[in-house]
T-cell receptor, first 110, second 118 residues
Framework: GEDVEQSLFLSVREGDSSVINCTYT??????LYWYKQEPGAGLQLLTY?????DMKQDQRLTVLLNKKDKHLSLRIADTQTGDSAIYFC??????????FGSGTKLNVKP | DTAVSQTPKYLVTQMGNDKSIKCEQN?????MYWYKQDSKKFLKIMFS???????INETVPNRFSPKSPDKAHLNLHINSLELGDSAVYFC?????????????????FGEGSRLTVL
């Protein structure tokens, strides 16, 4: 199985960049995801990256994948108060099983 | 148009009672899941069904029994509720075969059902 670790909290000021990190143990996952969970809501897919990519950019979001170090990160540029939420990294293995990190609670101060 | 819908959203009940949570997806997905999210926000897989067949059954007390009448529905029945069952339960679905027309195979989540056992 996959062990996935994330730091639990991150606090930034509005307008700064946020970087949320995730480390994992099993490198067989083909699909890697970032989910966002707002208070009282379900998880929504934010972005994803395939394992054969190193980087993916989508507007304010940049995903970096370092396969050698088994490290996945999500950078949010120009962080807004509406970005305050819990962010989960997730992996799908070749048996269609999903593994989630513990979630990083992002707090954006005005 | 809600893709994955689950009911009820909130459930408050006494210890020892039996309760059910229902889930439906209109995405035409092959696979459905139940996840439990505890107070620390950890997400734990409980069950997974593919085309009405149980494929993942994690270490969950047998008081929890999933039922899938068809591939669009996956219900969760819990007998003899205990205090430790208090959590948010999420239903999710995914397309099993990632290929043409299915780009990413991600999980689609419902809004969650918050169960409080008193």
């Amino acid at each position: 199985g996959e062990d996935v670790e994330q730091s639990l909290f991150l606090s930034v000021r509005e307008g700064d960049s946020s970087v949320i990190n995730c480390t994992y143990t099993d490198s067989s996952s083909t699909y890697l995801y970032w989910y966002k969970q707002e208070p009282g809501a379900g998880l929504q897919l934010l972005t994803y990256i395939f394992s054969n990519m190193d980087m993916k950019q989508d507007q304010r979001l940049t995903v970096l994948l370092n396969k050698k170090d088994k490290h996945l990160s999500l950078r949010i540029a120009d962080t807004q108060t509406g970005d305050s939420a819990i962010y989960f990294c997730a992996f799908r293995d070749n048996f269609n099983k999903f593994y989630f990190g513990s979630g990083t609670k992002l707090n954006v101060k005005p | 148009d809600t893709a994955v819908s689950q009911t009820p959203k909130y459930l408050v009940t006494q210890m020892g009672n039996d309760k059910s949570i229902k889930c439906e997806q209109n995405l035409g997905h092959d696979t459905m899941y139940w996840y439990k999210q505890d107070s620390k926000k950890f997400l734990k897989i409980m069950f997974s069904y593919n085309n009405k067949e149980l494929i993942i059954n994690e270490t969950v007390p047998n008081r929890f029994s999933p039922k899938s009448p068809d591939k669009a529905h996956l219900n969760l029945h819990i007998n003899s509720l205990e205090l430790g069952d208090s959590a948010v339960y999420f239903c999710a679905s995914s397309q099993d075969r990632v290929g043409a027309g299915v780009r990413t195979g991600e999980l689609f989540f419902g809004e969650g059902s918050r169960l409080t056992v008193l």
